[in-house]
């Protein structure tokens, strides 16, 4: 089965803390993640995507296939990181599975 | 401004009445995806289509119906049959056949509220 976990509804860190939104998924081939991002009053948005092993916003995502994770990760959190953050696997037929997103919250 | 425009962004709706919602894109994407947005459960698709004149169901089909006869629009029906019709409805477009390499662009979303 195709599945995304994020253990972790809600997530509170302070400014210049360092933050982490896990991500695990289930999948029999060879994943393509993606973390999502939306912004208050905003539309959902890709943030980064692991086949580009890019950073975005100081965000980086490594793919780990032992441990079927995508974690998210950021060394120093801003306050305009607070947002909704959905974790993606692309499986047969181009169709993309969602977690239930991790709300992450930078405390001043 | 290329993008995906849904529309309304909000619209009630009295029990056992069918509505629908518009998406369209001018992307010159070829597939386009419903998916429903509740608290606490994610998105979780309904419909998608990759190309004209086809569609599959997601996991959550049960009540609702689509149909794509242009590339560029992709309305979804919410039926009578659907039991729990509130929600928030979010359509997305990808351009099929690059491997998921740009994933999806989504839409601004449409609230339905049941009366």
């Known amino acids: 089965a195709q599945r995304v976990t994020q253990p972790e509804k809600l997530l509170s860190v302070f400014k210049g803390a360092p933050v982490e939104l896990k991500c695990n998924y289930s999948?029999?081939?060879?994943?393509?993640l993606f973390w999502y991002v939306q912004y208050s009053r905003q539309r959902l948005q890709l943030l980064l995507r692991h086949i580009s092993r890019e950073s975005i916003k100081g965000f980086t995502a490594d793919l780990n296939k032992g441990e079927t994770s995508f974690h998210l990760k950021k060394p120093f959190a801003q306050e305009e990181d607070s947002a909704m953050y959905y974790c993606a696997l692309r499986g047969t037929g181009n169709q993309f599975y969602f977690g239930t997103g991790t709300s992450l919250t930078v405390i001043p | 401004d290329g993008g995906i425009t849904q529309s309304p962004k909000y619209l009630f709706r009295k029990e056992g009445q069918n509505v629908t919602l518009s998406c369209e894109q001018n992307l010159n994407h070829d597939a386009m995806y419903w998916y429903r947005q509740d608290p606490g459960q994610g998105l979780r698709l309904i419909y998608y289509s990759q190309i004209v004149n086809d569609f599959q169901k997601g996991d959550i089909a049960e009540g609702y119906s689509v149909s794509r006869e242009k590339k560029e629009s992709f309305p979804l029906t919410v039926t009578s049959a659907q039991k729990n019709p509130t929600a928030f409805y979010l359509c997305?477009?990808?351009?099929?056949?690059?491997?998921?390499?740009?994933?999806?662009?989504f839409g601004s979303g449409t609230r339905l509220t049941v009366v």
């Open positions: 997305a477009s990808s351009i099929s056949g690059t491997g998921g390499v740009y994933g999806y662009t």
């Open positions: 999948y029999s081939g060879s994943p393509e």
